[in-house]
């Protein structure tokens, strides 16, 4: 199994841009989750999604983000449009039920 | 109050000693426990996790639960130079860990030679 698979690595963008950060989770995982990481804050629930359904977004910071989970296999998170604040690392992981997550590489998110 | 509290180290400790990482949670009806370790620049990697009162270990690794304090530690016998990272505590309600989990800030932990 490839584990789960983020995309892109690194994205470095200028502010007011639409920034879309991608994931796939590993296969059979009916749970996903979006994190987001910064020192001062570390690792922050954003939402999450069972069964491709959203159950909580009570972590989305405000409007200008979304997420949508359109089938078992992936999920995008957008943030649209970026601020500097939003600079961070972002994290996707997914679960199948048994014990704790498996985490994505990660998304470094640079906006200037 | 943050909701799990942990202390951000750093942590120094010689090599083949033992590392004690401790982390305590604000909600008493949590029920699954993690410790996640993550290397500079990479992801969180599961490493343990315990559900009921008492000690679990694994190999090196040590998870101590008391729910009445609502305290975790993580024991690492005979450290290792492999073993400096940040350790992350991570809570979660449900029995499985497959709902969503309160991390800590983590604990920088460095293993001296």
């Known amino acids: 199994d490839a584990g789960v698979i983020q995309s892109p690595r690194h994205e470095v963008t200028e502010m007011g841009q639409e920034v879309t950060l991608r994931c796939k989770p590993i296969?059979?995982?009916?749970?996903l989750f979006w994190y987001r990481q910064t020192m001062m804050r570390g690792l922050e629930l954003l939402i999450y999604?069972?069964?491709?359904?959203?159950?909580?977004d009570s972590g989305m910071p405000e409007d200008r983000f979304s997420a949508k989970m359109p089938n078992a296999s992936f999920s995008t998170l957008k943030i649209q449009p970026s601020e500097p604040r939003d600079s961070a690392v972002y994290f996707c992981?997914?679960?199948?039920?048994?014990?704790?997550?498996?985490f994505g590489s990660g998304t470094r998110l640079t906006v200037v | 109050q943050k909701e799990v509290e942990q202390n951000s180290g750093p942590l120094s400790v010689p090599e083949g000693a033992i590392a004690s990482l401790n982390c305590t949670y604000s909600?008493?009806?949590?029920?699954?426990f993690f410790w996640y370790r993550q290397y500079s620049g990479k992801s969180p990697e599961l490493i343990m996790f315990?559900?009921?009162?008492g000690d679990k270990e694994d190999g090196r690794f040590t998870a101590q639960l008391n729910k009445a304090s609502q305290y975790v530690s993580l024991l690492i016998r005979d450290s290792q130079p492999s073993d400096s990272a940040t350790y992350l505590c991570?809570?979660?309600?449900?029995?499985?860990?497959?709902?969503?989990?309160?991390f800590g800030t983590g604990t920088r932990l460095t293993i001296i030679p």
């Open positions: 992981a997914s679960s199948s039920g048994t014990a704790g997550y498996t």
């Open positions: 909600d008493r009806g949590s029920q699954s």
């Open positions: 999604f069972n069964n491709n359904v959203p159950i909580d």
């Open positions: 991570a809570v979660g309600i449900s029995n499985f860990g497959n709902e969503k989990l309160t």
């Open positions: 296969s059979g995982h009916d749970y």
């Open positions: 315990i559900y009921s009162n």
